[in-house]
């Protein structure tokens, strides 16, 4: 079979399965059960064929959910279960709010703040935009804030978990593209912590440019000695725990699995030691990462498989020399690759696009020359992007679901198109400086 009609074969199966409505792990395994009895099944009866190729198809994929370099995806996860449902994200978040002052936008600086700092503690872009949307949306709106000034600097800040670690997407990118997770989180912080400060120019322009879009009102003033009191005890030591978590892994003092192991540990004793943790939260907070550490091994294995396919398919190593036989710059075969995922996340979650792509995607970078650490960033910036790509980006509905019921989805759209441009604009420096991701990494060699 011609490569093109096995990549059409397997991505068609996966596409139509989950279009009828199937889970996009369940309808990878079930496409990749069909194409190994296909691909791999040799001659003689199905039944036969059934058992050659699945079996052969389970070993080749069994190793990559049993990888060591998966163990930080559950302790990401569950750090950012406990800080979420112990309150501490509540209570770091009004500690920003009370030491950022009376500031023309101060609502919507706050919601920069605090999001930047509670993404990096959560890892949860999703988590990020419900709290910050529930608690701010509807404060901002009756304050006299413009839905734009409000809804903005949330779907913003929701995706900076992708980047800044602990981001268990970048473990799971990091697992699923063979690259080293160490590395590729320290790349996500620089390129973090600048979109932050791309959001913070961008809320300062808005003001500047219409006053009334975020009115200056009085806020009780605040000591400084209290302000002392917020600073260093209730934000400068969850804020260590990623400090740490990153000066672990870059100085290597500690692997990327024991260093999400210590920040694991150093939420669980902070909420211990402000009282905050109930076995009702302890409960809450190990459910919902075992729930997604179970999606996510499932994820992994189909991917591990479905790449086993292309390439015993020949699809993979086709379309790559048909890809690089045209006489395109490798930055404008960047460049499509970086619009199809955008397109994609018009439809699709990060995970399922992520399953579709990294197969092919970076067998391709690498052939076309690219530092791959560096291409890793591209690829979760453009996650990052495609989670409030209109008209389906999953951070869109999400806050929908939290924000007052007379905002439409006009409003969300238009709110998230001026942080899409700062994301584009940091993808563009990304190429042109590509040190940007890759200093961090360096450093710690």
């Known amino acids: ?22 889970p996009v792990a369940l309808a990878f395994i079930a496409a990749n059960m069909i194409g190994a009895t296909y691909f791999m099944g040799g001659n003689g009866d199905l039944l036969r064929q059934m058992s050659r190729g699945i079996g052969q198809l389970v070993n080749n994929a069994l190793p990559t959910v049993t990888t060591f370099n998966l163990m930080p995806v559950p302790m990401f996860l569950l750090m950012g279960e406990i800080f979420f449902h112990t309150g501490l994200g509540n209570k770091m978040f009004a500690a920003v709010e009370k030491l950022m002052g009376r500031i023309p936008g101060r609502l919507s600086f706050v919601t920069v703040a605090g999001g930047t700092a509670f993404a990096t503690l959560s890892g949860s872009s999703l988590g990020s935009t419900a709290l910050l949307g529930s608690l701010m949306v509807p404060e ?10 409000a809804i903005g600097p949330i779907l913003g800040t929701g995706g900076l978990a992708m980047l800044i670690p602990p981001s268990a997407l970048a473990v799971l990118l990091a697992t699923l593209a063979t690259l080293d997770v160490g590395d590729l989180l320290l790349a996500g912080v620089v390129p973090g912590l600048m979109l932050a400060c791309f959001y913070v120019i961008l809320i300062l322009g808005l003001c500047l440019w219409d006053p ?17 009191r917020l600073l260093f005890f209730d934000i400068m030591p969850m804020m260590s725990i990623v400090v740490g978590v990153i000066l672990l892994i870059m100085n290597g003092w500690a692997t990327p699995s024991e260093s999400a192991a210590f920040g694991c540990v150093g939420v669980l004793l902070l909420a211990i030691v402000y009282r905050k943790l109930t076995w009702a939260s302890f409960v809450a907070s190990v459910t919902g990462a075992l729930r997604v550490t179970t999606m996510a091994l499932l994820i992994i294995f189909g991917s591990a498989t479905f790449s086993a396919l292309l390439a015993f398919s020949g699809a993979s190593s086709g379309l790559i020399r048909w890809a690089t036989q045209f006489e395109f710059d490798p930055i404008v075969m960047l460049v499509i ?14 995970l399922s696009m992520m399953l579709l792509t990294v197969p092919i995607f ?22 990052e992007i495609s989670f409030t790509t209109p008209p389906f980006g999953l951070l869109l509905f999400v806050m929908k679901g939290v924000a007052p019921p007379d905002t439409t989805m006009r409003d969300i759209y238009m709110a998230a198109l001026p942080y899409m441009g700062c994301a584009i604009l940091l993808v563009v420096l990304l190429i042109i400086f590509p040190q940007i991701a890759l200093w961090l990494p360096n450093l710690g060699e």
Do not use: N, R
């Open 1 to 22: 079979m011609e490569w093109y009609y096995a990549l059409s074969f397997l991505l068609g199966m996966i596409l139509f399965l989950m279009f009828m409505g199937i």
């Open 140 to 149: 901002m709106e009756a304050k006299g804030y413009k839905k734009h000034m």
């Open 212 to 228: 009334t879009a975020a009115p200056v009102y009085e806020v009780e003033p605040t000591a400084f000695s209290e302000k002392m």
């Open 337 to 350: 690759m970086f619009c199809i995922l955008l397109v994609l996340g018009m439809f699709m979650d990060q």
């Open 362 to 383: 970076f067998p391709l970078a690498q052939t076309l020359g690219f530092d791959l650490i560096w291409f890793g960033v591209i690829i979760l910036m453009a996650l």
